[in-house]
């Protein structure tokens, strides 16, 4: 990683990450299957058989946020007495990329109360495949269960835009890549599936006012369920303040793929307009906001915000494209696309379409797409921007 310079509030750290691999053996299908014979996919939720093993990228990511995980708990730490703890992980998907922080919370907090026990709470919209993260949490050997005795995990199925647990009894809560993902798609996007990247002023607009209100009401619901003292510590992609993410190239290979299948006729014109990402990247002073210094929730309760970190992730497939292997790399950045966005746009197609069609013309948007990557993959190397923060509950 390298520090991202652009903002006068971020702490700009340098990392340096080891790119794990967490490509293990899980058995994982079941409950892709199901989902899809149930027509459960929805926008934002990733299915285990594909995001799980397509989320190096997010792995990455997450480790910009572990250094604040100790701060974040201190200021609850020594005053727990003797129930049980509890830790939330807010946009779950399969947990994999959860792991290890929660893990440093766990050993964070036993290190300072060594007899207390902990129920571990992943959240994620109700369709979010629960069966592959209870195999993942219980299986992977990079596990948080693993050698600590007294930790429970559960899942909660709802959004982290409504309220999740009982007033104060949170103690810590982490995020990942997660919260840029809105409640809902706004508004069509008629020129490009990705609103940062839209001529489109009202789709702008729409877009820009959804993500002001989707933070408030996720800090106002974290703002009850938090105890006094208790911490959070989200991680995720960021808007720098030259208006970039970092990921434009790459998403506009995407873009020109969609639209020659639109042009072809493998998708409708319909479907071109349907076919959007709903989310938006949030930039520092967005994140800032609502923190005028402090937030001050409905119920009274006050956040303050004590950490922001901006960082730039490099690209994690460049060792690919430096030992020259430009076909797997324009897989892996397709793979990486395809893990995050094939539930939404499964979704948005035309409902009449059988499951083997919608499969058929997503594997041919993720081919033309890789195909535009390889013709010139340098231009499309990402280097993503983050932030992390750091919020403590009053
Ligand atoms: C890109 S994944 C990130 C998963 C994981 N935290 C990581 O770091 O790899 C985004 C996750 O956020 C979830 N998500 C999106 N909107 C949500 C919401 N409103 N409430 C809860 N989870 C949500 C999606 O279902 C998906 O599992």
Redesign the pocket.
């Known amino acids: 990683m390298r520090p991202y310079m652009g903002t006068p509030f971020g702490r700009d750290v340098h990392l340096s990450l080891r790119a794990e691999q967490q490509f293990w053996a899980v058995s994982f299908g079941y409950a892709e299957r199901m989902a899809e014979e149930a027509g459960q996919n ?5 299915l285990g058989g594909v ?1 799980q093993h397509e ?1 190096r990228t ?2 990455d ?2 480790a910009i946020g572990y250094p604040l995980i100790a701060a974040a708990i201190a200021g609850i730490s020594a005053g727990l007495g003797s129930a049980p703890v509890i830790i939330a ?10 792991l290890r922080p929660v893990a440093l919370a766990l050993d964070r907090i036993r290190s300072s109360s060594p007899d207390v026990g902990f129920t571990v709470v992943h ?3 109700p ?2 495949d629960f069966a592959t993260l209870f195999d993942v949490v219980d299986r992977s050997p990079e596990s948080y269960l693993n050698g600590r005795a007294e930790v429970f995990p559960f899942v909660a199925g ?5 309220r999740i647990f009982p007033p104060s009894s949170l103690t810590f809560g ?6 840029h ?3 809902a798609a706004p508004a069509p996007i008629p020129d490009h599936f990705f609103v940062h990247l839209s001529e489109h002023a009202p789709a702008r607009h729409a877009y820009r006012a959804c993500s002001q209100d ?1 933070w408030t009401s996720f800090l106002d619901h974290r703002s009850v369920e938090l105890a006094p003292g208790g911490g959070l510590v989200v ?1 995720d992609v960021l808007r720098g303040d030259d208006g970039l993410v970092g990921s434009e190239a790459l998403f506009d290979c995407l873009e020109s793929a969609l639209r020659q299948c639109r042009d072809d006729g493998l998708v409708t014109h319909v479907e071109y307009d349907s076919l959007v990402y709903p989310t938006w990247f949030r930039s520092v002073d967005e994140l800032r906001a609502p923190f005028t210094p402090n937030f001050v929730g409905s119920a009274g309760n006050e956040l303050a915000l004590l950490d922001c970190i901006t960082t730039v992730l490099e690209d994690p497939f460049a060792a690919l494209l430096e030992r020259g292997e430009v076909g797997d790399y324009a897989s892996a950045q397709a793979g990486f696309l395809r ?2 966005l094939s ?1 939404s746009f499964e979704s948005q197609l035309d409902p009449g379409r059988s499951s083997a069609d919608k499969n058929a013309v997503l594997d041919e948007i993720w081919r033309r797409t890789a195909e535009r990557i390889a013709a010139d993959p340098h231009a499309a190397a990402p280097a993503y921007r983050l932030s992390a923060v750091r919020i403590r509950r009053l």
């Open positions: 929805s926008p934002g939720v990733m995001y989320s997010q792995h990511a997450a992980d807010f946009g779950a998907a399969q947990a994999n990329n959860s959240t994620d919209l369709h979010n709802r959004s982290f835009y409504d982490w995020s990942s890549s997660s919260l993902w809105l409640s989707d991680v893990g995050f539930p």
